[in-house]
C-alpha cells in the first residue's frame, strides 16, 4: 500500500541523548516535511525539503537536524540540544511544495525521561 | 508567513447537530487542506480545497479565496466527528512559501 511510515511509534530517551526518528515514503513525493505538535497545541514545522539532498529550517528548527540523502526518506534527529523535545511528531509528504495537497505518517510520541 | 486563524476554538454540540467550523488566511493561496485529528493523532486528509466547494458525505467546505476565508461544514454530528479540526495552507509556488501553514483548530466535542 502506498503512504508515510513513521517509527517508531512511541520512543522513550533518556535526556542528553540524540535520537533519530524514521519517516519513510512511497508515495514518490519529492516534498517531506517534520512537524512537532505539543499538547493541546497546533502543529508547528521544524524543517521541510523539497528535493533530494536540499532542505530548509522550519519555524523551530534549533536543536533538530535531518537528512535527504534518499527520495523516500526523511529521517529527524533530536539532539540534545533540544531543550524540550518530549513532545509528538508527524511526517507528511506532498508532490512539490506547500502548494500541493499533503499526507501525513501516523506519528511518533517522544518521551525524554 | 501566511498567517492562518481558525474559530471557534472549541465546539461542543450534541448529536446530530449541525456546525461549521471557519479559517481564516491572510494571503492568497494555492493550497487549503481540512484535516481531521483522530484521538491517536493521526491527520485525516478531509478536503483539498484551495477555491470552489467539495462535499463527501456529511461533510462539505467552502473556500472563497478573493476573501480569504474557508468553512468545513459538518451535518447530522455523531460522535465519531469528535477531535480536532485544522486548516492548512500553502502559499504560491514562489521562494518560501513552500511549507505548509496550519491554523491552531477547532476542538469539536459531540456528546450523545
Known amino acids: 500500500d502506498g503512504g508515510i511510515t513513521q517509527s517508531p511509534k512511541y520512543l522513550f530517551r533518556k535526556e542528553g541523548q540524540n535520537v533519530t526518528l524514521s519517516c519513510e515514503q512511497n508515495l514518490n513525493h519529492d516534498a517531506m516535511y517534520w512537524y512537532r505538535q505539543d499538547p493541546g497545541q497546533g502543529l508547528r514545522l521544524i524543517y521541510y525539503s523539497q528535493i533530494v539532498n536540499d532542505f530548509q529550517k522550519g519555524d523551530i528548527a534549533e536543536g533538530y537536524s535531518v537528512s535527504r540523502e534518499k527520495k523516500e526518506s526523511f529521517p529527524l534527529t533530536v539532539t540534545s540540544a533540544q531543550k524540550n523535545p518530549t513532545a509528538f511528531y508527524l511526517c507528511?509528504?506532498?508532490?512539490?511544495?506547500?502548494?500541493?495537497?499533503?499526507?501525513f505518517g501516523q506519528g511518533t510520541r517522544l518521551t525524554v525521561v | 508567513g501566511i498567517q492562518v486563524e481558525q474559530s471557534p476554538p472549541d465546539l461542543i454540540l450534541q448529536e446530530g447537530a449541525n456546525s461549521t467550523l471557519r479559517c481564516n488566511f491572510s494571503?492568497?493561496?494555492?493550497?487549503l487542506q481540512w484535516f481531521h485529528q483522530n484521538p491517536w493523532g493521526q491527520l485525516i486528509n478531509l478536503f483539498y480545497i484551495p477555491s470552489g466547494t467539495k462535499q463527501n458525505g456529511r461533510l462539505s467546505a467552502t473556500t472563497v479565496a478573493t476573501e480569504r476565508y474557508s468553512l468545513l461544514y459538518i451535518s447530522s454530528s455523531q460522535t465519531t466527528d469528535s477531535g480536532v479540526y485544522f486548516c492548512a495552507v500553502g502559499g504560491k509556488p514562489n521562494f518560501g512559501n513552500e511549507k505548509l501553514t496550519f491554523g491552531t483548530g477547532t476542538r469539536l466535542t459531540i456528546i450523545p
Open positions: 507528511a509528504s506532498s508532490t512539490s511544495g506547500g502548494w500541493t495537497e499533503a499526507f
Open positions: 494571503d492568497s493561496v494555492n493550497n
